[in-house]
């Protein structure tokens, strides 16, 4: 092989890197990423069965009812729709009636939102970002 | 003034620390590739370590010293292209004096924007040394806490500081405050009902199961305790249990002297329960004090509860002009005027509501008959 | 002493300004003069900074609370520690830390930069001072830490109770060296761009500063971990939140650019590419700043966040990312390319490390900045999560970790895979066996658990293996062998401690995940429980009373094999009446190097408690392997060979240098 073939099929097979990574890259980010609704966007947005997505809104008031062991569940609401939520695990320190959390999960059967994860930072004035923008959106929520 | 004097000196280091190196003596300092070529020598060195201690092969060794060689042999060719610049000497000694100029200029400039020279440091162990007399109450809550952090075991300082506490609304404080208290105090009455309040009041006025005990525990020491009497009347009201808490109450307005400050929101919160039990059906409808009003009743001085109470009663007035026809209305008027001391008003009622519901109606001589019980008579 | 603290602050700003011009004319003019004002300004400049952030110091610790940046984040009952920590637990604070960083390191450049070119040591104070300008000015505009407040109130607002903890202590401040530290590499790069040329003593200074960020760097990143681990209750160590993310890309690059300046410093070859990574690691690590303090991004711990700061830290980014890739692009044709090697070299297996350690910053980025993108373009809200990186950093490390053992074997210019994969035969085979034992023993259908495994073991003995064969041990009589042992150069130790660290580090990863045991109940007091064969029981809750917080400590105790008491475990939930605001204080008892993990949930009606415990085995491997890491860095550095060469003026010394002791 002379040195210029040689060269060239070291940047060709640099090349096909990155190639792969970045097809590896963007069909990672097409099956990996899950989206953020809020309820009353649920009604416009199609979910296949099980898919993952996050549910962001208030805890609605008064609707936090813990069940066996374990088990709690409450409403997520963005004052238009609500939505019940199952979650199976010890809530963050900041979880309030009529804070904003993020939860991460999938839609049951019955319609039920179960989520493995919920999120609420550790801030007392934490709103998460998409929930405030959703919620200032629709008019029902204003920074003070 | 020291602010000042620091504040110069530090501005003429700074300006030291530019103009020291421009009028220091021009170094004569060796050129680019002196430099390279000692770290070439370096390396050419390390070689020679390296194959000493058999970490490369002779081979390879070789190899490498003449690379390093032929570095050396272009940084020589190198050297001789470098660019030389020419400075104009003048260009140089201006911007020389525009920067030893611009660090007072930017700074003084820039500081007398954003700086609040004349404000002093303010430590908060000094604020508080300062005479008690100066103090705000804040300053006087504080230098309590910061005495309690150092000496957590002082009951006094707790006891102190509880009803202080419980005062200002700070009611998370005030139970922490009063349980220390009745920890290093021991328990009595006050300290328990202290507590109990405070616990009340931190729950937005619920009695909760802990601020009953606290009560309970209150009147096992004095049997007659007047604020653990009312609190626990105020928790059967709100476990809907309204007869017994009337006659609580009215148990307890029996035993209170005269002038107990805790007359006067007793016989208002039990003018309020009996006009729940009398006007039951339309219970949510009945006007007068809410439950917070209530609350808020029992929080406020005597004056303020006294204004609060008489607004209450004129409404009910008002509303019985328009709508005579309320038997239980008028009743609670004249309970009301009496409980005020307003005995020419509640003659007045008396007379109006008899007018108005008819001498000889049922309802009239029932209205007559409740009269009589408080000891007025509408032939007066 | 506030005041004091302010008016140096702003001189400070004054000097950067003078550093940022004079000595650059001075170089482009030749004047030499010019030139030397950026030492003296530099340390000068250092001085004032810290005068300064010890004036906030000392506010913090006397609770000065007419300072409002005291006032929001201090507290007087708090201990004493955490109101000096608060001095940086917060926005501005932490800016004025990062600017004392910055000073120092420039102070340093000044002071141990007498042996550089003349030229070279002012352009890259002048960078330096450039840096240095844009972030005073930042907070001087947007985030001054010396705002008053009058009259000053009684109580501070207490610092955000999360933050009250030792890790905070240090964390952040590690962190900052190293995010700052690569900031000299960044300089030295602009500086060699703006002179058109790359002195040999380039790659010699650049490559210890390298290191010495990337030390630091480890340390926060493994000390941030650590932190979220225990002070979050979530039992998780890694979330690929922003901001771990952000802290994350300027290390894949500044390991990237770590191993591309051995090449350039060795063989002077990749000197192009090695400048490109030194810009881009420090862009990196703006970046980084500025994903945390803007608020453009969800996190679960970031601190409060302003627009208008994110604004201006998004100038302060374009104008030095875009400045010096513009500065690269216009210089880098004009700098010689170096020497050549054939694809299967230590430099060829450099190359390739660079390659995917790029690649892989690359894909975190894309990953931490594509759901900006979809919204801003579509309107979609997205998130990217752990699934994601799993996938691809995944996907993308593993041929790293497996070519990893052989890059130090590799001879440079021409290298024998052959000969170097017989030589990894052991450990390869101690790979394969630790593979079979998992599969075989512990878990049947764990292949991908096991094959982790293995690949960190193949790390350990890799490692070993290069030392062994450097040292010559079973080739040599053993006498020798340990004398050569003993006289091999710091950097060889270096490497391996450190390839040898990142083995432990992934087997703690792999070990925690795929073993930890898990177990989510309520528990009355008395109850007991098992945990991965481990009994607990609970003991019921306490009040406790801390300095400025109320806590219920639940007393957990781990019941012996024979029925005794043999650990207590308090895992307890913390009130903090200033802010309002509860915390989870996790219960972690170290056993070996697995953990125990016990985190509080919140209490029922009938006075039972939500657990939630785990065992997790080998789980501390994942940050002794990042403190492994530390020391393999610190080895390499004290590598006398990192010392820069002086000029002949003293010449006395590198004489000495040249003779080792060993001869």
Known sequence: MTRKRKRLSI??????????????????????????????????????????????????????VRGQGTQVSFGVTDHEKSVKVTYNGILPDLFREDQGVITEGSFGPDGVFIADSVLAKHDENYMPKEVAEGLKAKGVWQEN | ??????????????????????????????????????????????????????????????????????????????????????????????????????????????????????????????????????????????????????????????????????????????????????????????????????????????????AQQAFERALRLEKDQPKSRFYLATALVQDGKIQEAASAWEAMLASLPADSPWRSPTEAALAETQKRMTGAPVAKAAPGPSKQDMEAAASMSPEDRKAMIETMVAKLDEKLRQ?????????????????????????????????????????????????????????? | MVEIGHFALVLAFALSLVQSLVPLFGA???????????????????????????????????????????????????????????????????????????????????????????????????????????????????????????????????LNPVLQDVGLAIHPPLLYLGYVGFSVCFSFAVAALIDGKIDAAWARWVRPWTLAAWVFLTGGIAMGSYWAYYELGWGGFWFW?????????????????????????????????????????????????????????????????????????????????????????????????????????????????NLFLTTAAATVLIGTLYPLLLEATTGDKISVGAPFFNLTFGALMVPVLLLIPFGPLLAWKRGDIFAAAQRLMVAFGGALLAVLVTVLFIDKAAVFTALGIGIAVWLVLGALTDLALKSGIGNVPLKTAISRFVGLPGS??????????????????????????????????????????????????????????????????????DGKDKLEVISSKRFYPARRMPTTEAGIKTMGFSQLYVSLGDEQTDGAVVVRMWWKPLVTLIWLGGLVMMVGGTVSLTDRRLRVGAPARRSARPADKARPVTT
């Open chain 2, 323 to 380: 709508n005579p026809h309320d038997v239980e209305g008028w009743q609670r008027l004249l309970r009301s005027y009496l409980v005020l001391g307003k005995n020419d008003e509640a003659h007045a009622a008396l007379k109006r509501g008899i007018e108005a519901l008819g001498a000889t109606t049922e309802d009239g001589k029932k209205f007559a008959e409740f009269a009589a019980t408080l000891g007025l008579s509408a032939t007066e």
């Open chain 2, 1 to 210: 003034m020291v602010f000042w004097f620091i504040a110069a000196l530090l501005t003429l280091a700074a300006s030291l620390a530019v103009l020291m190196p421009l009028a220091g003596r021009s170094k004569n300092d060796s050129s680019g590739g002196a430099h390279d070529l000692e770290v070439y020598r370096d390396q050419l060195a390390e070689l020679d370590r390296d194959a000493a201690r058999g970490l490369i092969q002779p081979t390879d060794a070789e190899q490498a010293r003449a690379e390093i060689a032929r570095r050396i042999i272009r940084l020589g060719s190198d050297d001789k292209q470098q660019r030389i610049f020419t400075s104009s000497v003048s260009v140089a000694r201006s911007l020389g004096v525009a920067a030893v100029l611009a660090v007072p200029l930017i700074s003084w400039g820039l500081y007398s924007i954003l700086g609040s020279p004349d404000i002093p440091s303010q430590p908060l162990r000094e604020r508080l040394a300062q005479n008690p007399a100066d103090s705000s109450v804040d300053e006087l809550i504080a230098r309590a806490e910061a005495h309690l952090a150092g000496n957590p075991q002082d009951g006094r300082g707790w006891d102190v500081l509880a009803p202080v506490y419980l005062r200002i609304g700070r009611y998370d404080q005030a139970v922490t405050a009063y349980r220390n208290a009745i920890r290093l105090q021991g328990s009595t009455a006050d300290r328990e009902a202290g507590l109990g309040e405070a616990i009340t009041d931190a729950a937005d006025g619920m009695v909760s199961a802990e």
């Open chain 3, 28 to 158: 482009r003019s030749g004047n030499e003069r010019l030139m030397a004002v950026g030492g003296p300004v530099a340390v000068t400049g250092f001085g004032l900074t810290a005068l300064s952030f010890l004036a906030l110091a000392s506010a913090y610790l006397q609770s000065d609370f007419s300072v409002v940046n005291v006032w929001e984040n201090s507290h007087s009952l708090q201990p004493m520690l955490y109101k000096f920590t608060g001095t940086w637990g917060n926005h501005e604070g932490s800016m004025l830390l990062w600017v004392l960083i910055l000073t120092f390191f420039g102070a340093l450049v000044a002071a141990f930069g007498a042996n550089l070119p003349a030229t070279l040591r002012a352009n890259v104070l002048a960078v330096q001072g450039w840096i240095g300008a844009a972030f005073f000015l930042f907070i001087l505009t947007t985030s001054n830490p010396f705002t008053r407040l009058i009259p000053a109130p009684i109580e501070g607002r207490d």
């Open chain 3, 241 to 353: 939140d922003p901001v771990e993310n952000a802290s994350f890309m300027p290390w894949l690059a500044g390991t990237a650019l770590l191993h591309s300046a051995i090449v350039m410093e060795k063989r002077s070859a990749l000197k192009i590419w090695t400048l490109l990574l030194a810009i881009l690691t420090f862009s990196l690590s703006l970046l980084g700043t500025f994903l945390v303090r803007s608020g453009v991004l969800t996190s679960v711990h970031a601190f409060a966040t302003d627009p208008s700061r994110g604004i201006f830290i998004l100038c302060i980014l374009t104008l030095f990312i875009g400045g010096s890739l513009a500065l690269f692009a216009l210089r880098a044709g004009s700098l010689t390319a170096g020497g050549i090697f054939q694809p299967i070299s230590r430099e060829g297996s450099l190359v390739l490390n």
């Open chain 1, 11 to 64: 940047i060709g097979v640099g090349a096909a890197f990155l190639i792969a990574a970045t097809a590896l890259t963007f069909y990672a980010l097409g099956q990996k990423a899950s989206y953020f609704f809020m309820p009353a966007d649920l009604q416009t947005a199609t979910l296949q069965p099980g898919q993952r997505i996050r549910l962001g809104g208030l805890v609605e008031k008064g609707s936090i």
């Open chain 3, 492 to 561: 060889v130790f270096g490497t391996a401690i450190a390839h040898l660290g990142l083995g432990l580090t992934l087997l703690g990863i792999v070990s925690a995940v795929s073993f930890e045991s898990e177990r989510i109940l309520t528990m009355h007091p008395g109850d007991t429980t098992e945990v991965a064969g481990r009994v607990v029981r609970f003991d019921g809750l306490h009040p406790f009373q801390g300095p400025n917080f109320t806590e219920d400590r639940g007393r957990f105790v781990l019941v012996g094999p």
